[in-house]
């Protein structure tokens, strides 16, 4: 049993943090916001008054917080109250470069870090089967996987520092890109007379197939448990996609690369997210719809 701090006991973090106490942890969490603190205490964790208490004889510290300015505020105030060596995990999601620079604080103060990002959602914090993308040296990697592996089904080594958030953002303007293109199919088709089910029976088993149209369906009907037919609620909110591509088109320019997808997907969804954050970013469909001409 060791002792884990946890910073960040929001949607994702409050159940990340149970999952570690269900494991037989001592966790010792911080959050400013009263109602997830007691969400947490009632699932186990011991919750202090800051982030500097919290990390205050642990071994290990997992923050899940909200934007890489937090994690960097988080670290400027954590890193100096930690016990020398100690292991630092940063699961948030948040821009490559901001995730390295948070490892140099903790490795400059002789402390061990990974990026960890996951995905899969509150669902999968809640049942302990995320997907975790890890950046950093081997060793520290190795001995952050035996606790992802408690809140998580899958851990995959991405290489080096900042190389979890390169994967987690890559994937999901590959998301956000394929949920745009399998809407507008779904749109172009209704136009010419197609129905939903026809176009999913083809396309699902053909070589328009993927994610956002098998599990995630942005229409109502060929799959049952998508958000579709729940009135789209999340699943994976729109303001959750709006920053995840924000992240990514700010890498693509960074680097250069000529993304124009990625680039239009991220106005797409940075337009839509603003009067439809909350809706399942499936629903991007519902506008497309809406902002088609009569034929
Ligand atoms: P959330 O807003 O529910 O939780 C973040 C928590 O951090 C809040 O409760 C906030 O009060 C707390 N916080 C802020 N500053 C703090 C500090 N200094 N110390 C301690 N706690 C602090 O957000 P969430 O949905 O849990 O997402 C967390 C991260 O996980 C984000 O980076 C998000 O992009 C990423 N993520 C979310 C999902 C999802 O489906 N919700 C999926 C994958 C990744």
Redesign the pocket.
Known sequence: MSTVAF????????PMAANLVAAGHDVRG????PA?QDAARANGVTVVAS?ALAVAGASMVV?????GR?VL??YA?IVPAAEPDTLFVD????DVADARAAAEIATGAGHRAVDA??????G??TAGTLTFMVGGPDADVAAATPYLEIMGRKVVHCGQGGNGQAA?LCNNMILGISMVAVSEAFVLGEKLGLTNQALFDVASTASGQCWALTTNCPVPGPVPTSPANNDYT?G??AA?MR??LGLAADAVRATGVPARMGLLAAELYEDYAREHGGTDFSGIVQDIRERSGET
């Not at 923050?63 to 934007?67: G, K």
């Open positions: 910073l960040g006991l929001g949607h994702m973090g409050g911080f959050d400013p916001v997830s982030a923050t899940m917080l909200p934007s937090h505020d988080c105030e699961s948030s999601t948040i990002p996951v995905s899969g959602g509150v999968g914090a987690k999340p994976f909110a959750l920053k995840d």
